[in-house]
């Protein structure tokens, strides 16, 4: 087991490091200013600019699949390239991402956009992916993944109520999505949508996945959804409405039927991508945190010579290189076994991260007093993104039961009395379907 990075490893990382304390650390107020100004739904000129950069130096769709990607489904993807950089080399070049909240537009690695080019290329027909990956890879264009639903539990999606019908050379859509993200931007011009085709069906094979130009008659944006108060524009989060949607029968990606099966292939990578950059926010959110502690006085010394900001400081750097490992781990066994070996520890790293993140952020915004609260750090828009995180790509509570049951499937019981069976009091055995009130415990009386 080695810890040191490779030569590569080092050699993409610090090429995305060098570009972001180069040319997008110090256009942050060019930023601000420009997000600032004139109407919040607009191409912000500044992230244009370093994309063209960023594009010509060849630190672009680094998230790409390489080569050896075995998930593709036709021979014509190997059209469609990053660099070819491993889910392990490409988590450290997403973790300086993550530092700066508009970095990862600049390479071309942004969510939804890097799931949903993921999708073309793994289960997309040749057409699809002249139409749509080729100019979601050249930067040209933003896309939608419209999944959540407002009237149904989405932490289980076969409870999604969209219909997709086939009328003869058409899919009619009708439905309600919300939290759309990405759907504010003006240069937004697809969605994925994940619908039913069949009711009648298998629980997991009702559902499939269409694509939908965002233009389409029938597509209707009801209202912009604010993060605590946080509208993320020129991005968005959006509620939708398709009122009878037709597309084309050849918008179907993979296939009637399939949309588990590109939702779990597309949610995979998606998940371990959030939590890459979160090491990166968490870092950043330390760093403030330093600084500003040894900046300011308190009851005649340094703040941070008072012992409870050494535990904090202590712990934070504790808990970053612990997520940090767990990340790298998911992400190399994706590389060697594949994303559905690597599920536990993926949904792992997905309940881990942004909780980290969060505590992190939460001492930095004390650390800060006043001024954490206010936008002049970043620190309350860092906590209303990471706190978004442990909803997105599936709630905690899911990733938890999912990790639960297979440790479970792990410890089966052996054959032979139960350790309750054996147990009893005054020699009597208690029963093992003795029900377990509040009154009593199930203790043997």
């Not at 420009?34 to 680094?62: H, S, T």
């Not at 896309?143 to 009619?172: C, K, Q, W």
């Not at 792992?348 to 954490?372: C, E, F, R, S």
Request: proline fraction near 5%; include cysteine; charge should be negative.
């Amino acid at each position: 087991m080695d810890f040191e990075p490779t030569e590569r490893q080092v050699y993409w990382r610090n090429r995305v490091r060098d570009f972001i304390e180069t040319h997008v650390r110090p256009n942050m107020d060019t930023y601000k200013a420009q997000d600032a100004a004139g109407d919040r739904w607009k191409v912000i000129q500044i992230i244009e600019d370093k994309k063209k950069l960023a594009k010509d130096a060849g630190i672009w769709n680094l998230f790409m699949p390489p080569r050896n990607d075995s998930h593709h489904h036709v021979d014509d993807s190997f059209e469609f390239e990053g660099p070819g950089l491993t889910n392990l080399e490409y988590a450290l070049c997403a973790e300086e991402m993550g530092r700066l909240g508009w970095a990862s537009e600049v390479f071309n690695c942004s969510a939804p956009d890097t799931g949903n080019m993921e999708v073309f290329h793994r289960y997309g027909t040749r057409e699809q992916k002249e139409e749509w990956l080729r100019p979601l890879m050249n930067g040209e264009i933003r896309s939608a993944f419209l999944m959540t639903e407002p009237y149904t539990a989405s932490s289980d999606a076969t409870n999604i109520e969209t219909r997709i019908e086939r009328d003869g050379d058409h899919y009619v859509i009708n439905g309600r999505k919300w939290w759309s993200s990405g759907l504010g931007d003006p240069r937004c011009k697809v969605a994925i949508v994940m619908g039913k085709t069949d009711f009648s069906a298998q629980r997991h094979a009702q559902q499939s996945m269409v694509l939908m130009p965002i233009d389409a008659p029938g597509v209707t944006i009801l209202r912009h959804l604010p993060v605590f108060g946080y509208d993320d524009a020129p991005h968005g989060h959006m509620e939708v409405e398709m009122k009878d949607v037709r597309v084309p029968v050849s918008n179907m990606l993979l296939g009637e039927g399939r949309g588990f099966e590109i939702a779990q292939g597309r949610l995979g990578p998606g998940r371990i991508h959030h939590c890459m950059r979160t090491i990166g926010v968490a870092e950043e959110a330390l760093a403030k945190m330093c600084r500003r502690l040894q900046e300011r006085e308190a009851f005649g010394k340094p703040v941070y010579k008072h012992s409870v900001w050494e535990e904090r400081v202590a712990r934070a750097r504790i808990d970053i290189d612990m997520t940090r490992l767990l990340c790298l781990k998911a992400a190399d066994m994706m590389d060697k076994v594949g994303n559905k070996s690597a599920k536990q520890e993926i949904a792992m790293i997905k309940v881990q991260a942004p909780n980290m993140a969060l505590k992190i952020i939460d001492d930095a915004i004390q650390a800060h007093g006043g001024g954490g609260v206010s936008e002049d750090y970043g620190l309350a828009s860092a906590y209303a993104h990471q706190r978004t995180l442990r909803l997105a790509d599936g709630p905690d509570e899911v990733h938890a039961r999912s990790i639960a049951h297979m440790e479970f499937a792990k410890h089966a019981p052996v054959p032979g009395p139960t350790a309750n069976a054996l147990r009893g009091d005054h020699g009597r055995v208690v029963n093992e379907t003795q029900s377990f009130s509040s009154g009593d415990m199930g203790v043997a009386r």
